[in-house]
């Protein structure tokens, strides 16, 4: 059975709007007249088509396609900023340093000097509209009024994180406290991580480090929908993604797994198929929308069908489940629900 403070927090998200905590995240701003150009080279997104107040997903990949990093790409007049998990930011700056060699880009790590927020939920455009009243969503600059009030710089980038809208809100840390007193007073909640956890897995939105890591091929994780333009030239592994998507699947595919039962599976629970294993879960929670654990986990080809019917060890505990389609779930503003109701 859930917590009921972490099911209070759950459903605040699902039905008005929830702050989450930006401990996980971090953000990297890139400055320069090439900075468009250079980061357009190496991302699997258009960025060069992002306007200033436009935001995106991207993915940065090695030339083999393989995982360094997840991120929300924000377009502003002067400088582009990279939001990522905490402890990728490492990475994405050594990678894109590696990359630069006489272009007028700098990097900048912001992890000490700025803090990263997720705002999420039905209300969550409402709420941005009072914060920044002269600001439309995805959009930038400064409110005069709202610079009294401790909210000067709100920079905030269109995503959502967990199948609801939202964003990500990135402010001087020492605007934070007075960002998250403001974002309570418009009515969102405060969101811990056990929640944020739960409504990103219903929404079928893998985590860096958990779900994904260097040994995963991009298009293995599913996020070629949302982080990769299949318009743009040539960029950093590309070659390997086109080639997949037009000659063949990857040998593996991160895939939902609902369950029967009250137990939840945990990560590096091996999923079998008629005693054979397929693959191995990766994240895994107690779904309040289902009413029963779901999971994510990688499943081997050609087990990866939607509907399939497998079996997750958790110790000596069998649990039946069967495959789905990501997500799990879908705001009640789309489409139906995949794998049960909402």
Known sequence: MMDAAVLEE??????EAGLIEGSAWGAVEVRGADRAAFLHNLLTQDIKSLAPGAAAEAALVTPAAKWLAHLVVLAETDAHWLIAHRERIDTVL?????????EDVTLADRR??????????PRSPAILQGLIPRQGSGSLGEDPEA????????RQAAYSFTGEPGAMLIVPVEEAPALRAQCREHGAAPVGWDAAHVL???????????????SNLLPETGLESRAVSDTKGCYVG???IA?????????????GLVCDGTTVP??????????????EVTSACLSPALGRPIALGYVKRPHYEAETSATILRGGTAIPARLALLPFIRSRSGPAPAGGTA
């Open 94 to 102: 050594k990678t894109l340093d590696h990359y630069l060699i006489t």
């Open 147 to 154: 610079s009294g009030r401790g909210t000067g710089r709100i």
């Open 238 to 240: 590309q070659e390997v």
């Open 200 to 214: 990103r897995i219903e929404a079928g939105i893998p985590w860096d480090g958990s779900d994904m890591d260097e």
């Open 10 to 15: 759950y459903h605040a998200v699902r039905r």
């Open 266 to 279: 945990q990560p590096k629970d091996a999923i079998s198929k008629d005693g054979e294993s397929v693959g």
């Open 243 to 255: 080639r997949l998507q037009t000659y063949g699947s990857v040998s593996r595919r991160l895939m």
């Open 112 to 121: 000490g000097s700025h803090a990263a927020l997720a705002l999420q939920g």
